[in-house]
């Protein structure tokens, strides 16, 4: 199973990193990306084949893929902005982690902005 290896890594570096931050913190703060981007980098070929599901999903339902493009890309910048998020938060910069959360939330929200109104024109069309 690809979870049992992915774990038994983290749980080789967690300890690496706990070792080394007392006496080199930078090479413990790089430990840690470079091992988040390594599980970053393995699941991509599972994201790619959930993406085409969906892809594939919403043709048949004959849906209008701007609305699940637009999803990927709030999904994505989901995922993008808890990573980074994360990494501040290891290297110490809550400040910095809390920053990239808001402007995610922001970005979020303006992709939403053609999906909502999409939504509230399809309820005024159905209410009376």
Known sequence: ???IQIVGLCIVTTILV???RE???EIALQLSIIVGVIIFLRMINQILSVIEYLRDLSLR???NYSYISTIFKIIGIAYIAEFGSQICKDAGSYSIASK?????K???LV???PV?????DLIIKILP
């Open 1 to 3: 199973m690809e979870i």
């Open 18 to 20: 706990v070792l080394i």
């Open 23 to 25: 006496d080199r913190p």
């Open 61 to 63: 339902a004959n849906i």
């Open 100 to 104: 990239i959360e808001f402007s995610a």
């Open 106 to 108: 922001i970005l979020i």
């Open 111 to 113: 992709l939403s902005f």
């Open 116 to 120: 909502l109104i999409a939504v509230m």
